[in-house]
């Protein structure tokens, strides 16, 4: 959909060399997007949603906006966006939020709150007391509902970049010289550098053409800085994993070097952050129970390893803090 939305269905053609290479960055981020884009995606499993219920359009949800509603309609349930609808109570939990799909159909919805059949103080606004009833669930990212989407595209961008000078530095290692013509050599030239572009094993120039003229300025390219720059997009690649709590690959050549510390730090840091997201659908499919009845579950997809206790989820909202809560800016 990104593809055809920028070339309109059909490959760019007879682009200019500037035009060309702006193409090229652009389709470079986009390449590394949807590489950490779909990664994402797929980090969840879910099991037991409604048949009317899309896991894809959840996760999408979540990732783009933070958060997500099951709604309760006529004939079934609905996975749909969450936006903020204004109304908040003392923990900072939405009372009504929009919910929306992809053809627009966006509406207010009245969302369940934890312990509002025990009590009435967990709806109590401002304003009013809207009361017990509902028909949708809310289900975060995370606690903080920020959208991780933001990492896949800030990482995309860096590692769009260092790709695109990973290519330039191999250039300069094929051609490590600029050359300075006579205009009128222009076109002779440049037929022995496409030559040279297509990987011909034989190169011909034009007779009459004297290579005396051509000045060479040398550009004394380092051959180490491929190296280099290969090892940053590998570091920042896989800081991206650990952020998605996605086990990172040792770089091979480092990995001797490694302590085993430095290696399990890494990977309770990626443990963790996949937890702080794996909990927030958890408590999604404990509400569910407590307003639906349905029995819906969530996991780590591929056997990732699942440290969140179900049973502490209540006593873990308990626990929050109004700033975890996605205590909106406007609100105090």
């Known amino acids: 959909m990104w593809y055809d939305s920028v070339f309109c269905g059909a490959f760019p053609k007879n682009l200019s060399k500037k035009k060309w290479n702006a193409v090229e960055n652009m389709r470079e981020v986009q390449l590394r997007f949807f590489q950490l884009y779909n990664l994402a995606l797929r980090l969840f499993e879910w099991s037991g949603l409604p048949d009317t219920c899309s896991e894809r359009f959840l996760e999408m949800c979540l990732l783009s906006r933070g958060a997500a509603m099951m709604t309760k309609e006529e004939g079934g349930f609905l996975i749909k966006g969450a936006a903020p609808g204004g109304k908040i109570n003392t923990y900072g939990d939405y009372l009504e939020m929009y919910g929306w799909g992809l053809i627009g159909n966006s509406e207010k919805y009245k969302m369940f709150i934890p312990g509002s059949s025990d009590s009435r103080e967990v709806t109590k606004t401002f304003e009013q007391n809207l009361g017990p009833s509902f028909n949708a669930v809310l289900c975060r990212d995370s606690w903080s509902m920020f959208p991780y989407i933001e990492y896949i595209l800030s990482d995309a961008t860096r590692l769009a970049d260092i790709q695109r000078s990973i290519d330039v530095a191999a250039k300069n290692l094929k051609t490590p010289v600029i050359a300075g013509i006579p205009k009128t050599l222009y076109s002779s030239v440049q037929e022995i550098l496409d030559q040279r572009n297509d990987n011909a094993d034989t190169i011909f120039r034009a007779e009459g053409l004297d290579l ?6 040398d550009l004394k390219p380092n051959v180490e800085t491929p190296r280099a720059l290969r090892e940053l997009y590998e570091w920042v690649e896989n800081r991206n994993h650990t ?5 990172t690959a040792t770089q091979t050549d ?12 890494t990977k309770g840091v990626a443990d963790l952050n996949v937890q702080i997201r794996l909990q927030a659908r958890k408590e999604f499919c404990k509400h569910l129970k407590d307003a639906f009845g349905l029995d819906v579950s969530v996991k780590l997809r591929n056997g990732g390893e699942d440290n969140v206790d179900t049973d502490e989820l209540a006593e873990a909202e308990n626990l929050r803090s109004d700033s975890d809560r996605g205590w909106p800016r406007d609100a105090v």
Not at 212 to 217: E, G, H, R, T, Y
Request: aromatic share 8%; glycine share 4%.
């Open 243 to 247: 952020i998605f709590g996605v086990e």
């Open 254 to 265: 480092k990995e001797e070097r490694l302590l085993v510390d430095e290696v399990n730090a």
């Open 212 to 217: 005396d003229s051509v000045k060479l300025f």
